[in-house]
């Protein structure tokens, strides 16, 4: 499948899902599996900060980081979650439908970004980490979130056992962490988000690699060196 397709075929996808998602991002958000992002971003990023949200879905996470203090940009391949998200556009506080694979800012543009559960749904990672190093400024943020081993969205990549075409790259926790360090960041932090039920008793004696091997999804912040 050429890269081209790939991105059609994923915007078909979510544009088919806007409406799905959009039903359950609030709860996501304050409740579920994302409510740890906004406070972990608030750990290492000034208030303040220009912020890319790089595939923000229907704009409810960028919303969040507007109501903490951010000036934020979303940025979504399908054009009804951008729809869904211009409705709750205010000053700082705007968005626009563009692809990761060729982000539409400038180089430098941001003082960082954010990109939850996007890399995955692109046909070349290492080359959307290279357009976020591209509008992210030197010394700049970004929180990344990735889908841990036990998430269940995972079986979207499935198919491809069968042979099928597939628009999901998964990616293992360590597996991105290796890729973007080895392409001009640097690791300052890391959370990790597990399903409901699992105590951090159960979790806190365990090396980083063995809490990623168990997580719904894994936090980073990384910083652009190169």
């Known amino acids: 499948m050429t890269r081209n397709q790939w991105h059609?075929?994923?915007k078909e996808k979510w544009d088919e899902n806007a409406a799905s998602w959009h039903s359950k991002s609030?709860?996501?958000w304050h409740e579920g599996s994302r409510k740890d992002i906004v406070p972990f971003i608030k750990l290492h990023i000034p208030k303040g900060s220009k912020i890319a949200d790089l595939g923000c879905g229907d704009g409810y996470g960028s919303f969040r980081l507007w109501e903490e203090g951010y000036s934020v940009t979303g940025i979504d391949l399908s054009q009804k979650m951008i729809d869904l998200a211009r409705k709750q556009e205010k000053e700082r506080l705007k968005f626009v439908?563009?692809?990761?694979?060729?982000?539409?800012?400038?180089?430098?543009?941001?003082?960082?970004?954010m990109a939850i559960?996007?890399?995955?749904?692109?046909?070349?990672?290492l080359h959307s980490l290279?357009?976020?190093r591209r509008i992210v400024k030197l010394k700049g943020l970004v929180c990344i979130g990735i889908l841990g081993p036990t998430a269940h969205p995972r079986k979207n990549a499935?198919?491809?056992l069968r042979r099928e075409e597939v628009i999901c790259n998964t990616m293992m926790p360590w597996e991105l962490e290796e890729l973007v360090v080895?392409?001009?960041?640097e690791k300052i932090d890391e959370h990790w988000v597990y399903?409901?039920?699992v105590k951090p008793s159960l979790t806190e004696s365990l090396s980083n690699e063995l809490k990623q091997s168990l997580t719904f999804m894994t936090l980073f912040i990384f910083q652009r060196i190169q």
Do not use: M
């Not at 990761?100 to 430098?108: K, M, R």
């Not at 559960?117 to 990672?125: A, C, H, I, M």
């Open 8 to 10: 059609l075929n994923a």
């Open 26 to 28: 609030i709860s996501n």
């Open 97 to 113: 439908q563009g692809d990761l694979s060729n982000i539409p800012f400038d180089e430098e543009s941001f003082d960082g970004a």
């Open 117 to 125: 559960n996007s890399l995955e749904w692109t046909s070349d990672p």
């Open 130 to 132: 290279e357009e976020i």
């Open 158 to 160: 499935f198919p491809r």
């Open 182 to 185: 080895q392409n001009g960041w």
């Open 195 to 197: 399903k409901k039920g």
